[in-house]
């Protein structure tokens, strides 16, 4: 095969599969060139009938055909990236439309599609050369010279905010930081590590509650204000990435415990069923409603979503499910939609998936003000509806209720007329019901593990899955504190307090209040949705606000003030409440590590080991030093001292969390001092200890297993250890870690009959993803694969290196997934398995692989190469690189890692303590009321989070 017939191979491969485009071009080959002619037309035609159907996949393969008869046809080619583009290939789309310009220079529209297709890859400067291009041969265009004003306006802008930042010493461009990979989330917490941290105590939260409400009111120009408009600008993109996973667990958990859903828009979308019914369709949820509504008699919806990747994900949804050419998606806020003839008119370029832009700082502040980088709304394949909607569907839901702004918009859309004033809205009520919940660590293998408690705090809430939580007890009978009816009277208030009493069922301290919502979908009392906690259904996610401790007697009544304003609910104690005590909030630390201390079963097996190994060596020597990698806590530490340990020096990389073990430690009576012979804490990289000669360590107990179990590092800090800081034969705990696998179909279940496999591409982790599979639908295809098996007083099996393994399947299915899961030897009496199938649960989740589908029938083998380098795992069935397209998309990828950028440059913008100060305050103050700002609740928490950290 010649050069040029592998490239035009390569070319439609995207549309053909590469097998499909070399069969074809060989009986293109083999044909003469009349018949060549005539085949090409023929297929063109077939692909323009099918573009003029929105069927984009048929039509993109049809062009794809004819190219291989007529490769050079310009008109072809930019027929491909048009297809391209409109599935979000957009490399493939640029490929096209590049050879189309190379086969027509002087015809505009390749120019223009060449301009589309740069655009949406986010390359702009290149974009408007195209487009400028494109003007200069058809300079007649207003809607191309429209294009060439915003993009020229747009990049004056980040231009100048790029030399604002430049002046005010921001840029971080330069010098070693600057030049750095993206790093992980681990990682930028601790690029921060050694800032100055104020306390966050309990009033300071309060107080940024009071402080919003007159800012967003006065809205002074001061740093703090231009902080947080930076701040507004970074979370949409965190949003963007973040969220498709989110919804989908979220939303899957919910719809399947309430099939009442899916009932209750068949029944209403039934009701209103005619020639020209219209339903507005805002939020994603899984895009079950619009789909739903359409099959039901609703003549046309229109979704309205303003996050990049839930709008291509509507799109597909409608495609697959063959309604597309009746579901049309409007990108923007449904508030910035004022008439419904605004989702009429000619079609707008789509914005690309990943075009997120970049923080740009101005010079006010240590972190910036950013340019808008967001694309304006716009129209997608919107046709006029002929009279305003007559059907609501809000999807606009999370763990809070409220914080995606639901209210506002079913406000706004009644207010702007888009809805008919007897429109149905679906839900037509939404009530939040709240019990107050002890949920603290107190006793853990007899030591006061109390300690921890103080990074259970938020600034806002924390979604949980309370029917999962061991640790979490509900004290009070539930009680509904407020409702809201969804209809043209529905008021959108400041804030609404009010004073609600509750009855304690079980003596206890109450520190949080859990809340969740109640949809009675048709005001009918009959299809009601709740996200409660379920032990049915345990995944349902809720809202978890922590609050002061305080203690509560069974039988008491005890108050509490309930508040709300249009995005958010809020709890909070009367400053009359019996035994409050106001809290400090020094820090936060990631969530897994209070899952971590409350696992009884890592503790009890930690614990249980390490005393028994101190026995053992106290048998045969009259002294034991333990070295504690990783134990800031100080729990295994403190069971070690308890067998007889002569000293314990315990390492941990968070300072935050060796205050809390120091503390721990002492109130269990076992700190001192480092001459003192006990317990000595410190927070410091295990490989920067030193140990004088004859006071090795003969136990090393090392607390550095991730779900993965290399990811923390623990093959290449054993190495250390046993090479400068362990006596020869010293007892390592855990002893051995076997790795296993199986191969797993992982797919996103239909609800009400709706086809919803275009999600799964969206559960793709750029290593592993960490899933609880007792609660994920899967199905197991293969037999347990072994691994590796790493024998920790070895050296020889810690070694990196390349292995094969076999799969053996058992079942028909397609493997999209590789589940890793290890059992780890704490030594020869104790073991923990974190496989799927293991009846003792730990905090652990399992580690998924997603891969290219690869189809298995029973009793096959598939071959596969593994590989180790200490620290990553990688598992490879030999697929070509470029069917990885099927398993993720390639513009979230993209995406991804420039939020890790734009959040390693957030970090190392603020890093002087006073501008870390200010950029603390501004995150708690929007985590506070987020909603009000338009960042999603569960972002605007997690970035306050990584900031306190």
């Given at each position: 095969m010649t050069g040029d017939s592998e490239a035009v191979v390569a070319l439609c491969s995207a549309a053909l599969g590469s097998g499909d485009a070399r069969e074809l071009l060989s009986t293109f080959q083999s044909l003469p060139p009349h018949m060549l002619a005539q085949a090409a037309d023929l297929l063109r035609t077939q692909g323009s009938a099918a573009f003029g159907k929105k069927d984009y996949e048929e039509a993109g393969r049809c062009y794809a055909q004819a190219l291989l008869a007529l490769p050079a046809d310009a008109k072809l080619l930019s027929n491909l990236a048009a297809c391209h583009l409109?599935?979000?290939?957009?490399?493939?789309?640029?490929?096209?439309?590049?050879?189309?310009?190379?086969?027509?220079?002087?015809?505009?529209?390749?120019?223009?599609?060449?301009?589309?297709?740069?655009?949406?890859?986010?390359?702009?400067?290149?974009?408007l050369r195209a487009y400028t291009e494109a003007l200069s041969l058809e300079g007649g265009d207003a809607t191309l010279r429209a294009r060439v004003s915003a993009l020229q306006g747009e990049l004056a802008e980040k231009k100048m905010a790029a030399r604002l930042l430049e002046q005010a010493g921001m840029s971080g461009e330069s010098g070693a930081a600057g030049d750095s990979a993206a790093p992980d989330v681990t990682s930028m917490s601790a690029s921060v590590e050694d800032l100055f941290r104020p306390e966050?105590?309990?009033?300071?939260?309060?107080?940024?509650?009071?402080?919003?409400?007159?800012?967003?009111?006065?809205?002074?120009?001061?740093?703090?204000?231009?902080?947080?408009?930076?701040?507004?600008?970074?979370?949409?993109?965190?949003t963007a990435v973040h969220s498709p996973k989110r919804d989908l667990s979220f939303w899957s958990a919910l719809l399947a415990?309430?099939?009442?859903?899916?009932?209750?828009?068949?029944?209403?979308?039934?009701?209103?069923?005619?020639?020209?019914?219209t339903a507005i369709h805002v939020g994603t949820g899984l895009g079950v409603a619009p789909v739903l509504a359409i099959r039901a008699g609703i003549t046309r919806a229109v979704s309205v979503e303003s996050?990049?990747?839930?709008?291509?994900?509507?799109?597909?949804?409608?495609?697959?499910?063959?309604?597309?050419?009746?579901?049309?998606?409007?990108?923007?806020?449904?508030?910035?939609?004022?008439?419904?003839?605004?989702?009429?008119?000619?079609?707008?370029?789509?914005?690309?998936?990943?075009?997120?832009?970049?923080?740009?700082?101005?010079?006010?502040?240590?972190?910036?003000?950013?340019?808008?980088?967001?694309?304006?709304?716009?129209?997608?394949?919107?046709?006029?509806?002929?009279?305003?909607?007559?059907?609501?569907?809000?999807?606009?839901?999370?763990?809070?209720?409220?914080?995606?702004?639901?209210?506002?918009?079913?406000?706004?859309?009644?207010?702007?007329?888009?809805?008919?004033?007897?429109?149905?809205?679906?839900?037509?009520?939404?009530?939040?019901t709240a019990t107050l919940v002890e949920n603290r660590t107190s006793t853990v293998e007899g030591f006061d593990m109390s300690g921890v408690n103080t990074f259970r705090w938020s600034p806002g809430y924390q979604a949980v899955q309370a029917a999962r939580e061991a640790s979490m007890t509900p004290l009070t009978d539930p009680i509904e504190v407020f409702a809201f009816t969804l209809d043209e009277h529905l008021q959108l208030t400041a804030v609404i307090n009010a004073r609600k009493a509750m009855r304690?069922?079980?003596?206890?301290?109450?520190?949080?209040?859990?809340?969740?919502?109640?949809l009675d979908m048709l005001g009918d009392g009959q299809h009601i949705v709740s996200s409660g906690p379920l032990e049915k259904f345990p995944d349902c996610s809720q809202a978890l606000q922590y609050l002061d401790d305080v203690p509560v007697k069974e039988g008491s009544h005890i108050d509490v003030f309930a508040s709300h304003n249009s995005t958010r609910v809020w709890f909070d104690w009367p400053r009359d409440t019996p035994g409050l005590k106001l809290a400090s909030h020094r820090s936060a630390v990631p969530l897994w590590q209070l899952e971590s201390v409350g696992d009884r079963v890592r503790s009890a097996g930690y614990a249980g080991a390490v005393s028994r190994a101190v026995r053992d060596i106290l048998k045969a020597r009259p002294a034991c030093r333990v070295l504690d990698v990783g134990g800031g806590t100080g729990l295994v530490a403190m069971a070690a001292m308890r067998a007889g340990a002569s000293h314990v020096e315990a390492c941990d990389g968070s300072k935050h969390v060796v205050a809390i073990g120091q503390e721990t430690v002492r109130r269990n009576g076992f700190l001192r001092g480092r001459s003192d012979g006990k317990i000595h804490l410190q927070a410091a990289d295990v490989r920067t200890l030193t140990v004088p000669a004859g006071q090795q360590y003969d136990v090393l107990v090392h607390e550095l297993v991730d779900y993965g179990a290399l990811g923390e590092g623990i093959i290449p800090l054993i190495r250390h250890c046993r090479a400068a800081l362990l006596q020869p034969h010293a007892r390592i705990i855990p002893a051995r870690i076997a790795l296993k696998a199986l191969l797993v179909s992982i797919t996103t279940p239909a609800f009400g009959g709706v086809d919803l496999a275009a999600w799964d591409r969206y559960r793709w982790a750029p290593n592993y993803a960490g899933i609880d599979m007792r609660f994920t639908p899967h199905v197991i295809l293969s037999e347990e694969a072994s691994l590796f098996d790493f024998s920790f007083d070895n050296l020889a099996s810690l070694e990196a290196r390349i292995a094969e393994t076999t799969f053996v399947a058992i079942r028909a299915g397609i493997a999209n997934a590789v589940l890793t899961y290890f059992q780890m030897d704490l030594d020869d009496e104790a073991s923990i398995s974190t496989a799927p199938s293991s009846t003792a649960q730990t905090h652990w989740l399992q580690a998924v692989r997603f891969i290219a589908p690869i189809a298995?029938?029973?009793?096959?083998?598939?071959?596969?190469?593994?590989?180790?380098?200490?620290?990553d795992l990688a598992i490879d069935f030999g697929q070509p690189p470029e069917t990885l397209s099927t398993a993720y998309d390639a513009n979230w990828l993209s995406a991804h890692t420039a939020t890790q950028q734009l959040v390693s440059k957030m970090l190392q913008a603020v890093a002087a303590p006073d501008a870390h100060h200010r950029t603390t305050d501004a995150a708690l103050a929007l985590a506070c009321q987020p909603g009000l700002l338009g960042v999603d609740p569960h972002d605007a928490a997690a970035v306050a989070a990584m900031l306190c950290a």
């Open positions: 409109a599935l979000g290939r957009h490399e493939a789309a640029c490929e096209a439309a590049t050879r189309a310009v190379a086969a027509a220079p002087t015809w505009s529209k390749a120019h223009y599609r060449l301009g589309c297709a740069l655009e949406a890859l986010e390359r702009k400067e290149d974009a966050y105590s309990t009033e300071r939260i309060r107080a940024a509650h009071e402080q919003f409400f007159a800012r967003n009111r006065v809205a002074p120009a001061n740093p703090a204000d231009t902080t947080l408009r930076g701040l507004q600008s970074l979370l949409p993109r965190i415990a309430n099939p009442a859903y899916v009932t209750a828009i068949e029944t209403a979308a039934a009701r209103l069923a005619g020639p020209s019914t996050r990049p990747f839930h709008c291509s994900l509507l799109k597909a949804i409608a495609a697959t499910n063959r309604v597309g050419d009746r579901i049309d998606v409007y990108s923007g806020q449904l508030d910035q939609i004022t008439s419904m003839s605004l989702l009429a008119g000619p079609p707008a370029p789509p914005a690309a998936p990943s075009s997120l832009g970049d923080l740009q700082p101005s010079s006010s502040a240590n972190l910036a003000d950013a340019t808008p980088a967001q694309p304006a709304p716009h129209k997608v394949d919107a046709v006029p509806p002929p009279v305003p909607a007559a059907l609501l569907l809000v999807d606009l839901l999370e763990p809070g209720a409220l914080g995606l702004r639901a209210l506002p918009a079913v406000h706004h859309a009644f207010r702007a007329g888009l809805l008919d004033r007897s429109a149905l809205v679906l839900p037509a009520r939404i009530a939040i304690v069922k079980t003596a206890g301290i109450a520190n949080a209040m859990l809340f969740w919502f109640s298995v029938t029973p009793g096959a083998t598939l071959p596969a190469a593994v590989g180790h380098n200490g620290v």
